[in-house]
């Protein structure tokens, strides 16, 4: 039985095993590639997305959760805070290799949509989840401080 | 070795299954004459639930704890504010509604979920604390979120998130006996007078 739901503003069903996991649909299906497999086990945080409005990793996430659901990914993120982000993220490199900055960028835009100026400790707890294995730890919070800094104009 | 293979080398290697237990019914406990005695007696029963790391890893009094060896949780998590985790990484953020089986990879066969799920309130956090202790926790208003004991006894024996405990999906075991056990023993304990272990 097909299942519905919303990709980055457009109307989408798939026809698939109730039990796939969001990622396989999104990638295989869907063709929007940007969102990443890490581990599968929820454990790395680079297969982050939005599901109505919060942060999700899609390598856990049945595609039967997401019935009805508006998901956002990488490819259709936009507003203030993604812009921001993505303007620090390109002002001071933050990527290494990449693998995991798509992940990166959705946890950030979700801190910063949830709290305007978060400081050192709130960025941590919430990309504690987010590993990045060329350590860019040190440019992704000050990126995050930096967009912080842009949004407050 | 990176840091997330040294997180799963570090679950793997702390991850020791425990043995399935079992409960005894009210009807074990009829031999113990002194109803006091008894009630406390059955408390210790429930106990065996009460402090199941099924249910211990979720009455934290700070981060979450993982696995039948109680290990931190990982990825690190706080309790946050509305007890469901940080601004952007919340419990939801990789916990379904139900259960999610993986494939495996990394020593982790499914990823536990239940809707809601949450930690327990701070009030309600029972690691480090005696049996005596958690009892009369349980029976302070101020300390059980406000219930009765039969309100109590609706929570041990018929809220989804307790009876999540009896089917925790693969890789874990489940809490002793099963929620119906749970809640006749809870019935008992109630009728026999509510009494603590010293």
């Keep these: 039985m097909p299942i519905s739901f919303t990709v980055n503003g457009e109307e989408r069903s798939v026809d698939v095993d109730p039990d796939t996991p969001l990622l ?25 997305v939005h599901l109505d409005g919060m942060t999700r990793r899609s390598c856990v996430t049945p595609i039967s959760m997401a019935e009805g659901s508006d998901i956002t990914t990488i490819e259709g993120l936009e507003g203030p805070e993604a812009d921001a982000v993505q303007a620090a993220w390109r002002a001071i490199d933050v ?34 989840g987010n590993i990045c294995r060329c350590a860019t730890y040190v440019r992704i919070r000050q990126a995050i401080h930096d967009a912080a800094r842009t949004l407050e104009g | ?31 113990i004459e002194n109803e006091t005695e008894r009630s406390a007696a059955l408390f210790e029963e429930m106990g065996k639930v009460l402090t199941h790391p099924r249910c211990l890893n979720c009455h934290p009094k700070d981060s979450p704890t993982q696995g039948d060896d109680m290990h931190p949780h990982e990825p690190p998590v706080i309790r946050g504010d509305a007890d469901f985790g940080a601004p952007g990484m919340n419990c939801t953020t990789c916990h379904s509604s139900e259960n999610f089986e993986t ?6 066969e499914s990823i536990p979920g239940h809707e ?7 009030e309600m956090a029972w690691v480090d604390l005696s049996l005596g202790e958690i009892c009369a926790q349980l029976k302070d208003p101020e300390r059980n979120g406000g219930r009765s004991l039969e309100e109590l006894h609706e929570h ?24 119906d056990m749970f809640g006749e023993l809870t019935r008992a304990w109630i009728d026999t007078g509510a009494a603590c272990p010293s």
Excluded at chain 1, 30 to 36: A, F, I, M, V
Excluded at chain 2, 156 to 179: H, I
């Design chain 1, 24 to 48: 396989w649909v999104l990638r295989d299906e869907l063709r929007l590639t940007g969102t990443k497999f890490g581990c599968g086990i929820a454990q790395c945080g680079a297969c982050t």
């Design chain 1, 95 to 128: 990527p290494q290799c990449g693998y995991c900055q798509s992940g990166q960028i959705m946890t950030a835009t979700s801190l910063l949509q949830q709290i305007a100026s978060p400081s050192d400790e709130d960025i941590d707890n919430a990309m504690a």
């Design chain 2, 1 to 31: 070795m990176t840091r997330f293979s040294l997180s799963v080398a570090m679950t793997l290697a702390l991850a020791a299954p425990l043995a399935a237990q079992d409960l005894r019914m009210p009807a074990d406990f009829e031999n």
């Design chain 2, 103 to 108: 494939t495996g990879v990394g020593g982790i």
């Design chain 2, 116 to 122: 809601p799920w949450s930690l327990a309130p701070v």
């Design chain 2, 156 to 179: 041990m024996a018929e809220d989804g998130l307790v009876g999540w405990g009896w089917e925790p999906g693969a890789g874990r075991t489940p809490a002793p006996g099963s929620q």
